[in-house]
């Protein structure tokens, strides 16, 4: 709503606890909990539901097998450690139609991440002028419907494949609706404070959801893999239905006060606060320049927070672009998820596909074991928030676990063979350092811009800046899986492949960070050589 008072927003079922005990309702921290939990299930969900289809590739196209055999090429050695189980399995081999080669499905996750990447800076572009809470339940609404139809082409014997481009077209649209918001809600509830670490525990929704989308979908995938849509697409309309009850999505809507965006930088203004008239002297705007602020959008932002609080407008999408880092960030998040989803997608299909000890696992321990990705994820999120906390320098840190990534997937691959416990832990190690940045990056990095100094006349950047990152992010995701759905079919050693893109990725994705770190390294790197304190 733009221009006024801002209107009030409570929700029904946090009227009927009000009703019920007013010591709730004025409780501050309880709120800040709720607003928390709800927004991690929230989120959690909408990755399960996406995380199911990575699990039933293995029953539409089971690894080994293609109807059209061009998986190895008649150049290709054959070098099957294990008994040459692939041949043996041809006789098995049950293809689901129209998947009777591995790139529909590449396809497939093609049609449904350009469809979530484009929807979202469209989504964000809303998420700043309408209710969140109501965005959030109608995504997590149709996101159900929608996960739910890909189940009953099982029941219904649907071997369209325009049925399945259309409904994973609208899929990736509708779930768009779903980080932009939750990212907006926790950044008007969260201040700058510990910000890293709250949002780094708090982004292991996404490491969960990929771990229940992989179990719970696991528990059908043999027998009947139509429930594994459906079980997830009635989760996440359930949980859209709490979410619409009791999310609160602005603090000022149970009379709470706002948390503090913006870190107070006395450096720039000598002894005197930054909330008093900043004089327009040649001292204070040499001191701006050598921070690389603006002076103007400092003066801009002292006059917004000492006037009456109203609702704001949103910002632009130029506007946001101009906000320094959103390029960067965007650009480095782009590679970052175009690994991430490979393994998001592709991850149980290899680990099946991998000999351990003259075996093959079954696909439903596949599933179970590549969560082992997602909680090394976990770990890394909550490390890398806590470690840009303390030293304050985000892209640093995150740089270093890019760049640390790259020799953990060479030994992922070269050594995870050797032993299931190998596997495992390797697979824990290399989700860490892959996971940590895109983790910090799509969270507290998103939130810190979304709240920029140059904002505070503007507030309602929150999800247009989310919408930007992590759409930008998200087309990689796109090309990233489909690029594996055809060096399946056209390279001699499809798996070194996808690691190998995997480690340029890493390296591409660090690349982008290094001005950023240049602007965070230099000031400390200076006063070391002068012997003051930065």
Not at 327 to 333: A, F, G, K, M, T
Not at 461 to 475: E, L, N
Not at 485 to 499: A, S
Request: aromatic share 12%; hydrophobic share 45%; proline share 4%.
């Amino acid at each position: 709503m733009d221009g006024g008072s801002r209107r009030k927003d409570v929700p029904l079922g946090i009227m009927a606890i009000r009703s019920c005990g007013p010591r709730f309702a004025q409780r501050e921290k309880a709120y800040k909990v709720l607003a928390l939990v709800l927004t991690f299930f929230c989120y959690m969900t909408y990755h399960m539901s996406r995380k199911a289809i990575s699990v039933v590739k293995t029953k539409w196209h089971p690894d080994g097998c293609d109807a059209a055999p061009n998986m190895t090429s008649n150049h290709c050695p054959s070098d099957d450690i294990c008994g040459n189980s692939s041949a043996a399995n041809q006789s098995d081999c049950h293809f689901w139609k129209p998947f009777d080669t591995d790139t529909r499905l590449g396809d497939l996750d093609l049609t449904f991440l350009l469809g979530y990447a484009f929807a979202m800076f469209v989504s964000g572009h809303i998420g700043d002028r309408v209710n969140l809470r109501h965005l959030l339940f109608v995504g997590m609404v149709l996101s159900g419907i929608l996960t739910g139809l890909l189940g009953l082409a099982s029941f219904l014997h649907i071997h369209s494949f325009t049925y399945f481009v259309v409904v994973q077209l609208f899929g990736g649209i509708v779930q768009s609706t779903g980080w932009p918001s939750v990212v907006a809600v926790m950044a008007n509830w969260f201040g700058v404070g510990n910000r890293g670490f709250i949002l780094g525990l708090w982004n292991s929704h996404t490491s969960f959801g990929n771990i229940f989308g992989a179990i719970i979908p696991g528990i059908w995938v043999h027998d009947q893999w139509a429930w594994s849509f459906i079980v997830p697409g009635a989760i996440i309309a359930g949980m859209g239905v709490v979410v619409f009850l009791f999310l609160v999505v602005d603090p000022e809507d149970v009379d709470c006060t706002s948390p503090q965006h913006h870190l107070v930088h006395a450096s720039a203004v000598a002894d005197k606060s930054v909330h008093t008239a900043v004089n327009d002297d040649a001292e204070t705007v040499s001191l701006l320049h050598a921070r690389g602020e603006d002076y103007n959008s400092l003066s801009a932002s002292s006059y917004a927070e000492n006037k009456p609080r109203t609702s704001s407008s949103a910002v632009g999408f130029t506007g946001a672009l101009r906000i320094p880092g959103v390029i960067e960030y965007s650009l480095c998040l782009f590679f970052s998820k175009f690994m991430n989803y490979i393994f998001l997608y592709w991850l149980p299909v290899y680990v099946h596909a991998v000999c351990i000890n003259g075996s093959y696992l079954t696909p439903e321990n596949s599933a179970f074991f590549s969560s082992l990705f997602d909680l090394g994820g976990i770990i890394g999120g909550v490390v890398l928030g806590i470690v840009s906390d303390r030293t304050g320098a985000r892209a640093t840190s995150s740089f270093v676990m890019l760049i640390l990534g790259i020799p953990a997937l060479y030994l992922f691959h070269e050594y995870g063979k050797q032993s299931l416990a190998a596997l495992l832990s390797l697979m824990a190690l290399t989700g860490m350092l892959l996971n940590g940045p895109y983790s910090l990056i799509t969270t507290a990095v998103a939130a810190d811009l979304g709240t920029h100094e140059a904002l505070k006349e503007s507030q309602k950047a929150k999800a247009t800046v989310a919408a930007i990152i992590d759409g930008t992010g998200s087309i990689g995701a796109a090309i990233g899986p489909y690029v594996v759905g055809i060096g399946l079919q056209r390279v001699c050693d499809p798996w070194r492949f996808v690691v190998n893109t995997c480690m340029g990725a890493s390296l591409l994705s660090a690349v982008f960070l290094l001005r950023i770190c240049y602007k965070e390294l230099y000031p400390h790197c200076r006063s070391t050589s002068t012997g003051h304190k930065p």
